[in-house]
């Protein structure tokens, strides 16, 4: 018969008897229950898709990381040389399912968490997920990805727009734009790789709206990635770094201005702390050069069944791609915790908790130069030393 007392396990709980929750099975969340796993931490990770690696498995058909294979693998798994430097996308995938397989992971999948909360007793944290699940967890690692939900801008018109509209997230390949009028919308890494994939599939037209120019570099220059580069410069000052950057760019990638393309006026490093990455080149510097991307100013909106330019023009294309980045969507998770700054980014990051929220950490929510698969793997070492620090801390005080 079930036992109809009241529990009074709340009362004598410690956070050291409570798994930690890791949210997101992306390499982020994977890499920290793994780290976690190996200091002898239950580590639980929710992921609201059916399976590990949701981001990787929607990302476009020719995507390969743009960071070394070597420099991508995440604690305790090679990746396998067999998967070549530059790793396709579905190599990714395969290697996420390997890693969690081999690593044994806890991994519950389908469940969404919608929002984490202070756990009554004051020991860790109330997590609200899907199927009206209440879990409590020692400590929480937030992975749910930097590229969370795609974000538009607020163009007028959109709504009246006749032809095909898509952000860059609904981008698979070329085939369905074949023998059509493309505009890119956004020059970061993805609008670039798009505009050439759209050339190299046989679009009738291709054009990139550019707003503010992009640094371009080479992936890699007589085998040297910019994976290195960014590795090596990443601790020096950011002002010696884009004094650095001008003459290595007039050295390595010719000047697009005549094309629409001038170099940028600001510093290659200062503008990767604004947030903005440069642009490995994949073949975009030769279709500017060679007419396939042409050039445009940005969008500002849409009007009479046409894209209206900043520059007055105004271009009618069957589809306009969207590549304008992503939001963190972590308002409604963590918002309330006032540990998100202004642009919804956590105020803090790897090891260290907001001080508002002890126990509350954040995986992948930077943009680093050195490679941003470099930088979880690094992160969850530095989160679970600090975690399971924190848990015996606990356990001996309790015991
Ligand atoms: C096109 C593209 C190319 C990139 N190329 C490289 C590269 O070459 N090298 C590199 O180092 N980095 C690259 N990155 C950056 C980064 O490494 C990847 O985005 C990487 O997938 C980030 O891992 P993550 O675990 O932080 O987030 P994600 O891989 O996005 O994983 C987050 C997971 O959390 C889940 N989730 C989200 N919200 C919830 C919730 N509320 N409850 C439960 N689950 C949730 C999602 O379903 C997802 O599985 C690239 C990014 C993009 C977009």
Redesign the pocket.
Same mark, same amino acid.
């Given at each position: 018969m079930a036992d109809s007392r009241p529990s009074l396990a709340h009362l004598t709980a410690t956070p050291a008897d409570r798994p930690v929750y890791v949210? +997101?099975? +992306?390499?982020?969340?994977l890499a920290v229950a793994h780290a976690l796993r190996a200091r002898g931490v239950r580590a639980v990770i #929710? $992921?609201?898709?059916d399976r590990? +690696?949701?981001?990787?498995r929607r *990302?476009y058909d020719r #995507?390969k #990381? *743009?960071?070394t294979r070597r420099l991508?693998a995440l604690p305790g798994l090679p990746i396998p040389r067999a998967f070549g430097r530059w790793v396709s996308r579905d190599d990714v995938v395969r290697y996420l399912e390997k890693y969690a397989e081999h690593h044994e992971l806890e991994i519950v999948t389908g469940? $969404?968490? %919608?929002r984490v909360e202070p756990a009554p007793d004051g020991a860790g944290w109330l997590l609200h997920a899907s199927g009206g699940r209440e879990l409590t967890g020692s400590a929480v690692v937030v992975?749910?990805? %930097?590229? *969370?939900t795609p974000r538009l801008p607020d163009w007028s018109g959109l709504e009246d727009w006749d032809g095909e509209f898509l952000h860059a997230s609904a981008y698979r390949n070329a085939r369905p734009f074949a023998d059509r009028d493309v505009l890119v919308v956004g020059v970061g890494?993805?609008g670039a790789e798009i505009a050439v994939d759209l050339v190299e599939g046989g679009a009738a037209r291709v054009r990139l709206a550019v707003r503010t120019v992009p640094h371009i570099v080479r992936r890699s220059t007589a085998g040297w990635s910019a994976q290195y580069t960014g590795i090596l410069v990443r601790r020096l000052p950011v002002r010696l770094v884009d004094r650095l950057a001008r003459p290595m760019a007039r050295l390595s990638t010719p000047d697009l201005s005549e094309h629409g393309l001038p170099r940028p006026e600001s510093g290659l490093y200062s503008r990767v702390r604004e947030g903005a990455i440069p642009v490995q080149d994949v073949g975009l510097i030769d279709a500017v050069r060679e007419g396939k991307v042409e050039i445009t100013a940005a969008v500002e909106g849409f009007e009479d069944g046409k894209v209206a330019l900043a520059d007055g023009s105004r271009v009618a294309p069957d589809a306009v791609i969207a590549a304008t980045g992503y939001s963190r969507?972590l308002d409604s !998770?963590v918002g309330h915790l006032g540990v998100l700054d202004g642009r919804g980014r956590p105020v803090v990051h790897g090891a260290r908790s907001p001080k508002e929220a002890p126990g509350l950490y954040f995986?992948?929510f930077t943009n680093p130069i050195s +490679?941003? %698969?470099?930088e !979880?793997a690094l992160d969850a070492e530095k989160i679970a030393r600090t975690i399971a620090r924190r848990l015996a801390r606990e356990a001996t005080r309790a015991g």
């Open positions: 949210i +997101g099975a +992306g390499p982020g969340g #929710l $992921e609201k898709a590990v +690696g949701a981001s990787w *990302h #995507l #990381l *743009h960071t991508s469940v $969404e968490v %919608f992975a749910t990805g %930097f590229n *969370h890494n993805t969507g !998770l995986t992948g +490679g941003m %698969f470099r !979880l």
